[in-house]
């Protein structure tokens, strides 16, 4: 079946300076959409960026991240973190079409310092 | 920014208690999917509902859980039978059938605490 690694555990970055959060994936498939949630604090997970196009930079709140098939990753990256960046970052990944359910992976607790 | 509805927000059952949560999806939307997060670890999937038929579905839930969805603004997750491993947020989400994202979107979730 489908599999995702991602960077897991505690992430501590201070504020201002960059992050990135790596993502690697398996599947059978090919036609396959790739996504990133966070989940603050007693929230739902939110949609953060979604991809399903090789080699194309996905943006949106000054996350970014770029899928590379010929690597199997989506690593997610920010230039300059600020405090509110605080959350939960999931890396998933689901067949294109609805009814496809997200296989996530561990998780990532992102902590900005000031 | 949609709105998926789970009630209630926290349910504490003893072992062996049967256990019941809702979710109402968001308008419009034919496909609702539920997961279960431990300790704000990996979400992992549970059961789908299209069109308020079961199509996919883990052996878990097949052996301890039930799952339906009455009508389209109206689906429940139940444990039949309580066990401290089923402590654990559990997620709703419903997507659109059709269009080019099929985002997700995600209720608060219900906080199951078995004593």
């Known amino acids: 079946g489908d599999s995702v690694t991602q960077t897991e555990g505690l992430v501590t970055v201070t504020e201002g300076l960059p992050v990135m959060l790596n993502c690697t994936y398996q599947?059978?498939?090919?036609?396959?959409?790739f996504f990133w949630y966070v989940q603050y604090l007693n929230e739902a997970p939110k949609l953060l960026l979604r991809?399903?196009?090789?080699?194309k930079r996905t943006e949106h709140q000054g996350f970014h991240a770029t899928l590379h098939k010929s690597s199997s990753s989506f690593h997610l990256q920010k230039s300059s973190v600020q405090l509110s960046d605080s959350a939960l970052y999931y890396c998933?990944?689901?067949?294109?079409?609805?009814?496809?359910?997200?296989?996530f992976g561990k998780g990532a607790k992102l902590t900005v310092s000031p | 920014d949609a709105a998926v509805t789970q009630k209630p927000r926290y349910l504490i059952k003893m072992k062996g208690q049967e256990a019941e949560m809702k979710c109402i999806p968001e308008?419009?939307?034919?496909?609702v999917f539920w997961y279960q997060q431990k300790q704000s670890k990996e979400l992992k999937f549970l059961i789908y509902?299209?069109?308020?038929?079961?199509?996919?579905q883990i052996d878990m839930v097949k052996e301890r859980f039930s799952a339906v969805c009455p009508s389209s603004s109206l689906c429940s997750l139940g444990i039949r039978t309580c066990e401290a491993e089923d402590s654990a947020l559990y997620l709703c989400?419903?997507?659109?059938?059709?269009?080019?994202?099929?985002?997700?979107?995600f209720g608060p979730g219900t906080r199951l605490t078995v004593l």
């Open positions: 998933a990944l689901s067949q294109q079409g609805t009814g496809s359910k997200l296989s």
């Open positions: 308008k419009g939307h034919t496909a």
């Open positions: 509902f299209q069109n308020q038929q079961p199509l996919d």
């Open positions: 599947t059978a498939y090919s036609d396959v959409a």
């Open positions: 991809s399903s196009t090789d080699n």
């Open positions: 989400s419903s997507s659109q059938f059709g269009g080019d994202s099929y985002e997700q979107y």
